[in-house]
């Protein structure tokens, strides 16, 4: 079974500040991680995905994620917040079982409130 | 534009009162999910469904049904059994996942349903 561990329930940054969001995860087998932004009352958007491919992922809005085997994390950053960042954030991971399949359920972290103050 | 549509926004449930919540996607998505949001929680997987006439319960299954009768359609109903009905509801579509590493495609989601007891 995988899980998902986000570091901080509430994070607080200036504008124009660099903004970190921790992400670890436990999976037994190489997983796929996704970040997904949700403002209020709103759904989930998807902001970016690990699939293998690069372990450094660069998602919209300037936000980017890099995947560190070695430390099972996968934590968030952009170099500049901007008042339109706060909102609330999701670390998710999807793994594959051991019989090489996956049915896209994703395991979801508890989820970093982003503050920003002018 | 594509998407997924959940109605009503906001529902309000009577005691004993069994209630269904309507998700609609123009995806041509053949996976569909139902999540359940409490503040502090992240989300947990309600039932999932990866084809027409098919779905599997998550975690949180008890006290809530659904159906799968059409590929855009998927329907939650809160029944009367769940004691706890109070949350903000999400669904979510993504491309079937499966063999071949499939299971990095990202979920959709839609604006939620928010659902009260009177």
């Known amino acids: 079974a995988q899980s998902v561990t986000q570091l901080g329930s509430h994070v607080s940054v200036s504008e124009g500040a660099l903004v970190l969001l921790r992400c670890n995860y436990s999976s037994s087998v190489p997983p796929y991680l996704f970040w997904y932004v949700q403002y209020p009352n709103q759904g989930l958007q998807l902001l970016l995905k690990?699939?293998?491919?690069?372990?450094l992922v660069k998602g919209i809005n300037g936000f980017e994620a890099e995947f560190k085997k070695s430390e099972t994390s996968f934590h968030l950053t952009k170099p500049s917040a901007h008042m339109s960042d706060a909102a609330e954030y999701f670390c998710a991971v999807s793994g594959l079982n051991a019989g090489g399949t996956s049915y896209g359920k994703l395991t979801f972290g508890q989820g970093t409130i982003l503050t920003v103050h002018p | 534009d594509g998407g997924i549509t959940q109605s009503p926004k906001y529902l309000f449930r009577k005691e004993g009162q069994n209630v269904t919540l309507s998700c609609e996607q123009n995806?041509?998505?053949?996976?569909m999910y139902w999540y359940r949001q409490d503040p502090g929680q992240g989300l947990r997987l309600i039932y999932y469904s990866q084809i027409v006439n098919d779905f599997q319960k998550g975690d949180i299954a008890e006290g809530y049904s659904v159906s799968r009768e059409k590929k855009e359609s998927f329907p939650l109903t809160v029944t009367s059994a769940q004691k706890n009905p109070t949350a903000f509801y999400l669904c979510?579509?993504?491309?079937?996942?499966?063999?071949?590493?499939?299971?990095?495609?990202?979920?959709?989601f839609g604006d939620g349903t928010r659902l009260s007891i009177l």
């Open positions: 979510a579509s993504s491309i079937r996942t499966g063999r071949n590493g499939v299971g990095n495609q990202p979920q959709h």
């Open positions: 690990y699939t293998s491919a690069a372990t």
């Open positions: 995806l041509n998505h053949d996976a």
